[in-house]
């Protein structure tokens, strides 16, 4: 039956193999930090998996770490990530993006440039420390701060602002979706004599198609050709979804043959691309020979190879006969595959599947976020099941996780217990 598919998507897993402690097998590195980065929706669990598998004998690895203190600084447990660097004794640069990233995502720009101060400390207060740190800020949409603390005349940097910094900067503003900063700042780059590299061209090709002038893009992308520069896989990816924004996917499929006649080999990217542009033009059986051409070429689907053809496909069974494909084929779901076909089963009233990819996600080890929880209580409040969906709301709130309000159930504190037993039965791993 289809629906004992959450049993292969359990066994595809490796969170699923026989790892313990005592007499067991020893507990495997890869299997430690995966489960670890599933709980990044609730950082006390994941604490104590991590103090668990110490106890059991397991070595830590700065990668498993580096996996904790990014799931407590997703929660603004900075004291407790700080305690787990001194723990470490040896952290890396890749300890400092975590915790620059999470700084920067909670738009703690000062701490973010305290803990590039503290990285001397360990002897890492380095170029590509300060890297991480101005690639963090423009990550997370802090890019007038990085420029204003780093490219200014009056200001000096702790280390020259390079190529590679302006390259950040410049992809901060594209993501940003400030397009006329981002033009603008094309022309400093040429004013203050700043190098420019492929990277630089694929960032602002990039820009100028999702700016809406992908014509632009392909101009500039016949530009660097005409310049003999050695085009590589991001920028061949890049030009393909400016050409195919600009003329269809027919002219992306000519910007696909030229990559390959040139000798550069299509990645998952490029396949993922042709599929995403063949969905969006309603061409399906094209975009399902992209995906078989993906496993000839030695190039396996991704989770996103499978999702615009979700998006595609407007039958039910056609969804589960893909997703079953899916996971047959050694793709793992993704937190925002279940999402998505969640929302899609749930908009559609059909509360079974959607069921059935919530437990599909707990069987993966994945701990659901926050738009696991919305999706799945926007389901129930569609077909009238108010009680249940506020016993997942105060569950979702009981974790941390930011709950959307909702008129259906009026004030959020001291709300009753699911007492509807007509529809007890729906609730996962609850006792009767």
């Not at 702790?158 to 603008?184: E, I, Y």
């Not at 696909?256 to 550069?264: K, L, N, P, S, V």
């Amino acid at each position: 039956m289809r629906w004992a598919l959450a049993g292969r998507v359990r066994r595809r897993c490796p969170l699923s193999r026989g790892v313990g402690g005592g007499g067991g097998p020893a507990l495997e590195h890869g299997a430690v930090l995966a489960t670890i980065s599933s709980y990044g929706n609730d950082w006390a669990r994941a604490v104590e998996f991590f103090r668990w598998a110490e106890a059991q004998g397991f070595k830590h690895s700065r990668e498993t770490y580096n996996g904790l203190i990014d799931v407590l600084g997703k929660f603004f447990e900075f004291d407790e990530a700080w305690r787990l660097v001194a723990e470490m004794r040896t952290p890396d640069h890749a300890t400092f993006r975590v915790l620059f990233n999470r700084y920067a995502a909670a738009h703690l720009v000062g701490d973010a440039l305290a803990a590039f101060d503290r990285a001397a400390d360990f002897g890492l207060r380095d170029r590509a420390t300060f890297h991480h740190l101005v690639d963090a800020l423009c990550d997370h949409r802090h890019v007038l701060d990085a420029e204003e603390l780093f490219l200014k005349d009056n200001k000096k940097p702790p280390f020259p602002a390079d190529t590679k910094v302006h390259n950040m900067v410049l992809q901060g503003w594209s993501r940003l979706g400030w397009w006329s900063r981002c033009r603008l700042f094309w022309r400093e780059m040429d004013e203050r004599g700043v190098a420019k590299d492929l990277h630089s061209y694929s960032i602002f090709m990039a820009a100028l198609s999702k700016a809406g002038k992908p014509w632009l893009a392909v101009k500039l992308y016949r530009e660097m050709k005409s310049k003999g520069m050695p085009l590589d896989a991001v920028a061949y990816n890049t030009a393909l979804l400016a050409a195919g924004r600009s003329g269809g996917a027919d002219q992306a499929a000519r910007v696909y043959r030229e990559m390959q006649d040139r000798g550069c080999r299509p990645n998952a990217a490029t396949h993922n691309a042709m599929i995403k542009l063949l969905c969006a033009e309603g061409r399906l059986a094209e975009a399902l020979a992209f995906l078989d051409r993906m496993n000839r070429l030695g190039c396996p689907p991704t989770a996103l190879s499978y999702h615009s053809l979700f998006r595609c496909l407007s039958r039910p069974r056609e969804i589960l006969r893909l997703f079953d494909r899916m996971v047959a084929g050694g793709c793992r779901p993704t937190m925002e595959t279940f999402v998505l076909l969640m929302r899609k089963f749930g908009r559609w009233g059909f509360l079974r599947p959607v069921f059935f990819f919530w437990r599909a996600m707990a069987d993966t080890g994945m701990s659901p976020d926050g738009f696991a929880y919305n999706a799945l209580i926007d389901a129930l409040l569609l077909k009238g099941m108010v009680e249940l969906a506020r016993h997942y709301d105060g569950e979702m709130l009981d974790k941390g996780l930011s709950a959307k309000p909702r008129k259906e159930f009026g004030p959020r504190f001291g709300s009753p217990p699911v007492e509807d037993d007509a529809c007890s039965h729906y609730l996962v791993g609850k006792k009767k």
